[in-house]
C-alpha cells in the first residue's frame, strides 16, 4: 500500500526541479506578457490607425488561435525562417504572446475606466500628455485591473504545462517521464496536482497581500480579510449550486 508512494517520494529532487523550472518560466512570461499588454493597449487607444490596425490584429490573432499552436509556430515553424528557441525560451515566448493579447484587453478596459474629467483637469494644470499618464491614468488602470491581471498570471502557471509538448521537464514532463518508468500513474500525476494547486494559491495569496500595501484605499474596503482557501471555496460553490 505504502510501497507505490515511497516511489512516487523518491523522485522529489526532479519534482522540485520541475517546479522551480515551471515558476521561473512562468514569471518571465508573465512579465514579458504585462509589457506587451500595456504596449498593445496603447496600440489599441493610438491615434494612429495603423497602430490600432496592428493591435487588432495581434489581439484577434492570437484569441482566436490555439496557445499549443502559437507553440508549435514558435518552436517548430521559425526555425525554417533562421530564428531559433530552446525550448525554455519558446515555451516563454508562447505564453507571453498568449497572455499578452488577453492583458491588451484587460489594461485597455483599465485605461478607459479613468474619468475622462480627471484627465481634462490634469491637462489644464499644465501637465504633459507623458506625465497626464504616468501620474493619472496608469496608477488608476493598474488598480482596476490588478484582480484581472493575476488571474491572468495564474492562467500562465496553469498553461505552462503544454510545453511538456516540446520536451522541457517542467512539471508536466517531467510527471509524464516518471510515469513511464514507474507506471504509478495515480500517485505521479496527483503529485502534481497537488503542486499546480500549491503554485496557483501561493500566488493568489502572495497577490492579495501585495494588493492591499499597494493601493489606497485598499482593494478591499471592508477590511482585512484572509482569502478563503481551496476547501472554503469548494464547499461555497456546493453551497450555491
Known amino acids: 500500500m505504502l510501497a507505490p508512494w515511497a516511489t512516487t517520494f523518491s523522485y522529489a529532487p526532479a519534482f522540485l526541479n520541475a517546479l522551480w523550472l515551471t515558476t521561473a518560466m512562468s514569471v518571465l512570461a508573465f512579465l514579458f506578457a504585462f509589457i506587451l499588454g500595456v504596449l498593445g493597449a496603447l496600440a489599441r487607444r ?3 490607425r495603423l497602430l490600432r490596425f496592428i493591435g487588432a490584429v495581434y489581439v484577434e490573432g492570437i484569441r ?3 496557445v499549443l499552436l502559437q507553440l ?3 518552436y517548430f515553424a521559425l526555425p525554417q525562417a533562421g530564428i531559433r528557441f530552446d525550448a525554455f525560451q519558446a515555451g516563454v515566448a ?3 504572446v498568449n497572455a499578452g493579447a488577453y492583458l491588451t484587453e484587460i ?6 475606466s479613468v474619468p475622462r474629467g480627471q484627465l481634462e483637469a490634469a491637462r489644464s494644470i499644465g501637465l504633459a500628455p507623458r506625465d497626464v499618464f504616468r501620474s493619472v491614468v496608469f496608477p488608476q488602470a493598474l488598480r482596476s485591473v490588478y484582480p484581472p ?3 491572468q498570471f495564474i492562467q500562465v502557471i496553469l498553461g505552462s504545462s503544454l510545453v511538456s509538448q516540446i520536451a522541457l521537464p517542467e512539471l508536466t514532463n517531467t510527471a509524464q517521464t516518471i510515469n513511464s518508468q514507474t507506471l504509478l500513474t495515480m500517485h505521479i500525476f496527483t503529485v502534481v496536482l497537488v503542486l499546480y494547486l500549491f503554485l496557483s494559491n501561493v500566488t493568489a495569496l502572495v497577490a492579495d497581500l501585495v494588493g492591499r500595501r499597494a493601493f489606497k484605499p485598499p482593494l478591499y474596503p471592508s477590511g ?8 472554503s471555496r469548494v464547499g461555497h460553490m456546493v453551497r450555491g449550486s
Open 46 to 48: 493610438s491615434h494612429f
Open 64 to 66: 482566436n488561435t490555439p
Open 72 to 74: 508549435f509556430m514558435i
Open 94 to 96: 508562447a505564453l507571453a
Open 107 to 112: 489594461i485597455r478596459a483599465g485605461l478607459q
Open 149 to 151: 491581471v493575476i488571474n
Open 224 to 231: 482585512p480579510r484572509r482569502r478563503p482557501g481551496l476547501l
